[in-house]
């Protein structure tokens, strides 16, 4: 899953304006067709190595709005990863 932005989103433009790697696109630009905002997880990396939490998540107005799961960061200790 990554980040996702789910249907209680207002639209009100907090995680674009936040998102260092511009992997956010509004309603108008979603591919889904879905009224919320997307993030394209090809380009999203979760903001690993720039914060503890993605970034857009942490300005987001809506509490629950947009969850994640961080699959970049499983099994990994400060950015390496592990041996199983």
């Known amino acids: 899953m990554a980040v996702k932005i789910t249907d209680i989103c207002i639209c009100c433009d907090s995680c674009i304006d936040e998102c260092p790697t511009n992997s956010i696109v509004d309603e108008s630009e979603n591919p889904n067709g879905d009224n919320i905002y997307f993030v394209d997880n090809e380009t999203c990396t979760e903001c690993i190595g720039n914060n503890p939490n ?5 300005a987001c107005p809506t509490e629950g709005c947009i969850v994640w799961d961080n699959p970049k960061t499983e099994n990994k200790i400060h950015g390496q990863a592990c041996e199983d």
């Open 54 to 58: 993605p970034t857009c998540a942490e």
